[in-house]
Nanobody, 121 residues
Framework: QVQLVESGGGLVQAGGSLRLSCAASGRTFSSYAMGWFRQAPGKEREFVGGISRSGGSTYHADSVKGRFTISRDNAKNTVYLQMNSLKPEDTAVYYC??????????????WGQGTQVTVSS
């Protein structure tokens, strides 16, 4: 079992940056692929991207490619989402998740509670 706690959300102007963090409990963090998802009001949950267990491989959705970067620090049991050049359409609740395969959104089994990101125009 893994408990996940996100932080770093907030209100930012368009063009600005935020870095989300997700701290995991337990000693098995490096055994899991990690991912970030988001859900805007009235929309389906979207897979933002994932990172492999070692951190050597990443996937980013086309909607965020070139603006967002996923990274992880296994020594700190933490995964990050660096978000640059934010747009109003990035406004959503962002969730981190732990799973089996970093590129497969249906393989994520543990979820954090989410953190709100609001981008003003």
């Amino acid at each position: 079992q893994v408990q996940l706690v996100e932080s770093g959300g907030g209100l930012v102007q368009a063009g600005g940056s935020l870095r989300l963090s997700c701290a995991a409990s337990g000693r098995t963090f490096s055994s899991y692929a990690m991912g970030w998802f988001r859900q805007a009001p009235g929309k389906e949950r979207e897979f933002v991207g994932g990172i492999s267990r070692s951190g050597g491989s990443t996937y980013h959705a086309d909607s965020v490619k070139g603006r967002f970067t996923i990274s992880r620090d296994n020594a700190k049991n933490t995964v990050y989402l660096q978000m640059n050049s934010l747009k109003p359409e990035d406004t959503a609740v962002y969730y981190c998740a732990a799973g089996l395969t970093y590129v497969r959104p249906d393989s994520y089994v543990y979820w954090g509670q989410g953190t709100q990101v609001t981008v003003s125009s």
